[in-house]
């Protein structure tokens, strides 16, 4: 398991790298550094909006994902 998920964190990372690149003037820092510290905020997001989902039967993605702008300014 913590092989599958190092090379999603590699995959994700490398994709927000090449995102910042292309959007410098939305990050802090260069784009391979901004990465690094946001990985893991991104991929701690996933699950709980899945997690939400399958259980929570009142749960509104929408506002989950629409919260995640006020959450992370800029995104």
């Known amino acids: 398991m913590s092989g599958v998920f190092v090379q999603l964190r590699a995959t994700i990372q490398e994709a927000v790298a090449e995102w910042a690149a292309a959007h410098p003037?939305?990050?802090d820092g260069d784009p391979a550094s901004w990465a690094r510290r946001v990985t893991p905020v991104i991929l701690s997001s996933a699950p709980g909006y899945i997690l939400q989902q399958a259980i929570l039967p009142d749960f509104?993605?929408?506002?989950y994902l629409a919260a995640l702008h006020?959450?992370?300014?800029?995104?």
């Open 60 to 63: 509104d993605g929408e506002a």
């Open 70 to 75: 006020e959450v992370l300014p800029g995104a």
């Open 25 to 27: 003037e939305r990050i």
